[in-house]
């Protein structure tokens, strides 16, 4: 009899998670194939339709271009002006201010009760 009588099964244990191994790479590489083979495609239709978008961009970019030439329409945008003295910077958004009324009214403080002397009741109302 063998020293450890775990010894048969350990031996079957370690064959069944070798053979289990191996299966699991050969479906990881399938799968590594098939992802990058599909990750291959995505990025051709990117590239396609980014140069798809760039040409409408342009197209767009001439055809308003030509019309603003055409109409004479200057943007604000296209025009750099500096601010004037006292008028707030373009870039920076104006403080909001409280609108009128939204102060909070002053409150009356309450009268201190004053202790009750020489065991005086108080008073009922």
């Known amino acids: ?9 350990g031996r079957e244990f370690r064959r069944a998670i070798e ?3 191996q299966l699991l790479n050969e479906q ?11 990750m291959d495609q995505m990025k051709d239709e990117m ?4 140069a798809e978008l ?3 961009m342009e197209e767009f970019h001439r055809y308003s271009s030509s019309n603003r ?5 200057v943007f604000e945008a296209e025009v750099h002006r500096s601010p004037k003295k006292g008028e707030p ?3 920076r958004k104006p403080r909001r201010r409280k609108p ?17 002397v020489d065991g005086a009741e108080a008073p009922v109302d």
């Open 1 to 9: 009899m063998a020293e450890n009588p775990f010894e048969v099964f």
């Open 19 to 21: 053979e289990h191994g």
């Open 28 to 38: 990881m590489k399938r799968v590594h194939e098939q992802m990058h083979s599909a």
């Open 47 to 50: 590239e396609r339709v980014g």
């Open 54 to 56: 760039n040409r409408a």
């Open 69 to 73: 030439a055409r109409h004479g329409v």
């Open 89 to 91: 910077s373009p870039k």
């Open 100 to 116: 009128p009324g939204s102060a909070a009214a002053p409150v009356k403080p309450r009268p201190k009760p004053k202790p009750l």
